[in-house]
């Protein structure tokens, strides 16, 4: 039986981001402890930030509770896609970067977990995160995400009750056939849909499998 991660490494693999799995923290040392283990892997471009693996996923989310609402917004600090209606949202070169790097070791989790290799399909981590999968695709496409207000132009993810299907929410028609291009490039499949009693149209979106 594989022996649970160090006191020190399960800390690192706590302040993981929750969108990508990049570790922030740790040493040289822990930082390669866990690559040696399967728990994390280096990216091999510059700036080469380490990323949890699917089994550091899994180890990181095994202790988070069950059926918590999503949050709207990450603590400070910790990197999350905007889904939208989250506020006034931060912007600048800071948070494009950030969302360049997010999206980038998302494109390397795909390669090292999908078994061709792919980085044009999703990966087991977007399908249990369908939400901010989908969020960080368009955020980093340079959608915009919706503000506060019901009214806000942008986009909007919000969960549905189907399996592997996200609902994408945009202010005007234009702007919600772009976020279905974009997420179709991405790797998704989308349908454009009208919600009850003729309201607005909106997307449902759900990661490819082949």
């Not at 402890?33 to 990323?51: N, Q, T």
């Not at 299907?165 to 790797?187: I, K, Q, S, W």
Request: hydrophobic share 35%; charged share 25%; with cysteine.
């Amino acid at each position: 039986m594989t022996r649970p991660p160090t006191a020190a490494q399960r800390r690192v693999i706590d302040a993981a981001d929750p969108a990508t799995g990049r570790l922030r923290g740790g040493t040289e040392a822990q930082l390669a402890a866990l690559v040696k283990r399967g728990l994390a892997f280096r990216h091999p471009r510059p700036p080469h930030d380490h990323f949890l693996t699917p089994a550091g996923h899994r180890i990181r989310e095994a202790a988070e509770p069950a059926d918590v609402p999503e949050p709207a917004a990450a603590p400070s600090g910790v990197f999350a896609a905007r889904v939208g209606g989250e506020g006034e949202p931060g912007g600048g070169p800071a948070r494009g970067r950030e969302v360049r790097s997010a999206w980038e070791g998302l494109l390397e989790l795909r390669r090292m977990t999908n078994t061709d290799g792919s980085t044009g399909r999703p990966c087991g981590w977007e399908r249990a995160h369908l939400v901010q999968a989908a969020a960080l695709a368009l955020e980093a496409a340079g959608h915009p995400p919706a503000g506060a207000a019901p009214d806000a132009p942008g986009y909007r993810v919000r969960a549905t009750p189907q399996p592997e299907a996200v609902a994408v929410h945009a202010d005007e028609p234009g702007a919600l056939r772009a976020c279905a291009e974009t997420l179709e490039g991405a790797g998704w499949q989308t349908g454009e849909h009208t919600g009850p009693r003729g309201k607005a149209r909106y997307l449902l979106a759900s990661p490819r499998r082949d």
